[in-house]
């Protein structure tokens, strides 16, 4: 008995296996593999059933439940499904006392399967030897209970005959079908994955843009794959079985074969780089080898993987030809495009000092020598933004300060999208170029022995000179200047003494004259002098050319000492005044030489004008300066004085005006001589005199009680305020006169502060330290600025007469005094106005707030004797 149910589970199992084969040839498709599955294991459970263990008529036992409960677990719902109907089908068909248990015996083990298997996958249930034979009693246990519905009689001779075959058959059956089916399975997941690495090695073999080739030991070409038959020396089917030496020059293949052999004992890939020619031309390939685990048909062999780097090995030259082209004898500097420098050469280096290191990071513009304006620079990057090079001279400086010239060239590298990536600069250092140069233009234009400009850069500068004028409207002049007796020098002394002479004179022209003024040598002892920026009009620059000639006259008079001897050689100075372009140079030139010539006739030592009307106007001018010098020295300039009033018309002081008792011409105003006395110097010696006269006049009134509380206001020029001693002068006149500081009052214009405000403030702040007090004299038609009335110390302010003139009846003039006023009171200083000349004007300043008065209408300027003669008995009787 037990036999037979052993067949009929070993047939059961046999079929099982054929199942296995049957899934193997059906795999990838899901649907139809269960079907078949379903199927099979249905027929299976027919077949089981058709030679089973019969104890009675309809009382039937086979090996059903072990294949329907494992094709429930392997197979799932729709495995079993299939299989369980046709199972109970069948069963039903057999009919019989037992078929209501054989076909609970039919959904009980396929219900049990499907819940293993839904455990298991939940990871509740192992599948092992353990498990799956608990589950095999369990499901027999069932089977048993499942045969209680049978009558009574024929369950106890199951019992007694049947129980036991079954529980040790089926038991083991149910144990080795599910291992016999794990395996199965474990094999189709074995070959699925198997299939998927395959394919994803094949799709990364075909993705992966190298030559791949199987070799073996003999160098025979066992497999090619390749992404171009090009990379190859013939086609992949004709290599194919073929040998190394078959298809290679035998020094190439003996490399190979060295190759293969060193790759075959080693258990590391092996590294060779190699160029071979193929159908593409000749390319370089750098190629990785690993040694098969497995002989091929015998023979050991290895896989090949060759990269085309021809691309990679040109770009390689091609950059280490660059590298060495970089490191050459011209400095090269490359930036990012924000110009910050990201590389620079050895050369770069050796002209700017500054080390890689120094500048890596650093903006180009550490480089920059500030010697070119904004505007070079703007018209430098429009042409490097608009044609994408710029190539030029411009000066650096190096790391030790120095500025130097260069030539250099900027190219900009763009990408793909032509948006700029890089810079790239090369500079070379052109200062021994540009000093040929100077020294090549200074041998051209200047003279080799005194260095002054020669006749050719002098015709240049004439004729720019000649243009800028007639544009500005401005004069200027050409002086040509022979030294008086030269001659004699290089007779009696030599030319060599004659020259330093001569070297003299050219540093005395140099001394004295300003900087924008040419001085050119034409030869022998012919010196030319150019003066430009005279001003508009003709009388002024004459008056100029005066002053500077003057001078001249006086620096060249001057003893000359030249190898220890002595030699006095004044000069002949002619001029010519232009402003256009109506003359030549050679006619400018010629009038210049006619006029020195007329100085030589009119005996030597003095300057002559080519225009007869300008030189009437500044011989006027030579005699006036002369007449000034003797008038100061015998005293003939005196003080006047003009009454300073206060709100109720009492006199508070005055003001020190001077005049000038000429012996021929009587009294004359400082519209006669304060211009001349400016222009040549006397203006500070007239100021201090004019200082020491007011003092001694405080010094005396202060005896007088009714004149000791009067002030006096003098005036001082930005020559004396800017004197060097100007301090210890003033305190120099207060002691030798014994005047009171308390009572001198300085005037200044706000003109004078323009020259140096800071030297300005230091000085007025030391006169202010000893009882001086300031006034801002002609306030309002100046400088005005807001800033220097907080900063300088000042005490009054003295509102303009031309702002006064039209008063009351200008709105504008009455708005800007009151506006003077207003100010004046916030920053707590007096106000002054002078040029009050009647009572509706002096109203209209007092209504507005003005306390102070100066004018007509208080006293014209007069003499000292005439202004205590007047204000006297005023005072005495205030």
């Not at 004439?462 to 200047?481: E, P, T, V």
């Not at 030269?486 to 020259?499: A, E, I, P, R």
């Not at 120099?732 to 014994?738: A, R, W």
Request: hydrophobic fraction near 45%.
């Amino acid at each position: 008995m037990i036999l037979e149910l052993v067949k009929n589970v070993t047939l059961l199992i046999t079929l099982c296996w054929m199942h296995g084969m049957l899934m193997r040839c059906l795999e990838g498709r899901k649907l139809l593999g269960d079907i078949s599955a379903g199927v099979l294991f249905g027929l299976v459970c027919i077949m089981g059933m058709a030679m089973p263990l019969t104890l009675a008529d309809g009382l039937i036992f086979d090996g059903r439940t072990v294949v329907l409960s494992m094709a429930a677990f392997f197979g799932g719902p729709l495995v079993a499904v299939i299989a369980g109907g046709i199972a109970a089908l069948f069963r039903w068909w057999l009919g019989g006392i037992g078929v209501m248990p054989g076909v609970l015996n039919v959904l009980m083990p396929i219900l049990m399967g499907l819940l293993y298997r839904h455990l298991h996958r939940r990871g509740w249930l192992p599948f092992n030897v353990l498990a799956l034979l608990i589950f095999a009693v369990l499901v027999q246990v069932l089977q048993v209970l499942n045969l209680t519905l049978l009558p009574a009689e024929r369950f106890a001779h199951f019992l007694q005959v049947g129980l036991l075959p079954v529980v040790t058959v089926l038991l083991p059956s149910t144990l080795i079908m599910g291992l016999l089916l794990r395996d199965i399975e474990q094999q189709k997941i074995a070959r699925e994955a198997l299939r998927q690495s395959e394919a994803q090695l094949r799709a990364i073999t075909e993705a992966v843009p190298d030559l791949s080739l199987v070799l073996d030991e003999d160098g025979r070409y066992l497999k090619i794959k390749t992404p171009d038959n090009d990379l190859l020396l013939a086609g992949s089917e004709e290599l194919l079985g073929k040998r190394l030496d078959e298809v290679l020059p035998a020094s190439q293949a003996d490399l190979f074969m060295q190759f293969i052999q060193r790759t075959l004992g080693s258990d590391t890939p092996q590294s060779i780089e190699y160029g071979m020619q193929t159908q593409a031309g000749h390319r370089t390939f750098e190629a990785r080898a690993r040694r098969l685990d497995a002989p091929i048909e015998g023979k050991r062999a290895v896989v090949l993987m060759a990269r085309d780097i021809t691309e990679r090995v040109t770009l390689e030259l091609d950059r280490r030809i660059a590298a060495i082209a970089f490191e050459s004898q011209q400095g090269m500097l490359i930036t990012d495009a924000q110009t910050r420098i990201v590389k620079a050469n050895q050369a770069f280096s050796k002209i700017t000092g500054y080390s890689e290191e120094e500048v890596l990071g650093q903006p180009t513009r550490m480089l920059g020598s500030g010697r070119q304006g904004p505007e070079f620079y703007q018209e430098l990057w429009q042409t490097l933004t608009e044609t994408g090079e710029w190539q030029g001279e411009i000066w650096n400086r190096r790391k030790n300060g120095e500025v130097f010239p260069e030539w250099l060239t900027i190219s900009a590298v763009r990408d793909e999208q032509e948006r700029v990536t890089n810079y790239v600069a090369s500079l070379t250092d052109i200062s021994e170029r540009k000093s040929a140069e100077q020294k090549i233009q200074h041998l051209a234009f200047y003279d080799p022995l005194t260095g002054l400009p020669n006749r050719r850069l002098l015709r240049d500068r004439l004729q720019q000179a000649m243009i800028l004028c007639s544009r500005k409207g401005q004069h200027a002049a050409l002086i040509f200047m022979d030294l008086d007796d030269f001659k004699n020098v290089n007779d009696l002394h030599g030319h060599q003494v004659g020259d330093e002479l001569l070297c003299q004179v050219a540093d005395r022209l140099k001394t004295t004259l300003r900087e924008l003024d040419t001085v050119a040598r034409l030869g022998g002892d012919e010196f030319v002098i150019l003066l430009e920026g005279l001003g508009p009009y003709a009388e002024e620059a004459g008056a100029q050319v005066e002053h500077i000639g003057s001078k001249l006259l006086q620096a060249l008079r001057e003893p000359y000492l030249v190898n220890d001897q002595r030699f006095n050689n004044s000069a002949s100075l002619g001029v010519v005044l232009f402003n256009d372009e109506q003359h030549t140079v050679d006619e400018l030139m010629q009038h210049a030489d006619l006029s020195m010539y007329n100085s030589k006739a009119a005996g030597k030592n003095t300057l002559s004008f080519y225009d007869p009307q300008m030189q009437a106007v500044v011989s006027m001018r030579l005699r006036l300066e002369e007449d000034i010098r003797r008038g100061l020295a015998e005293g003939e300039f005196i003080l006047y004085l003009q009454a300073q009033a206060g709100a109720n018309g009492a006199l508070e002081g005055a003001e020190a005006l001077v005049r000038w008792q000429h012996p021929q011409r009587g009294l004359l105003g400082p519209g006669n001589f304060i211009e001349i006395a400016e222009r040549c110097g006397l203006i500070e010696q007239m100021d201090l005199l004019t200082l020491r006269q007011g003092c001694e006049l405080l010094a005396r009134w202060a005896g007088l009680p009714q004149m000791a509380s009067l002030s006096l206001a003098v005036n001082i020029s930005a020559r004396l305020l800017y004197k060097d001693d100007f301090v210890d002068l003033i305190q120099q006149i207060l002691v030798d006169t014994q005047a009171s500081p308390l009572r001198l009052k300085l005037e200044i214009t706000e003109s004078l502060l323009l020259n140096d405000k800071d030297k300005a403030v230091l000085r007025m702040q030391a006169l202010r330290a000893m009882g001086i007090r300031f006034s801002i004299d002609d306030f309002g038609t100046g400088y005005s600025s807001m800033a220097y009335l907080q900063q300088l110390p000042l005490d009054q302010l003295k509102i303009d007469q031309s702002f006064v003139r039209d008063l009351p009846a200008s709105t504008s003039s009455l708005a800007i005094v009151r506006a003077i006023l207003a100010m004046a009171q916030s920053l707590e200083l007096e106000v002054i106005a002078e040029g009050v000349e009647d009572q509706v004007q002096r109203q209209a300043l007092y209504d507005s707030g003005c306390k102070h008065f100066q004018g007509y209408l208080f006293g014209r300027p007069m003499a000292i004797e005439a202004f205590e003669y007047v204000w006297l008995p005023v005072a005495e009787s205030s």
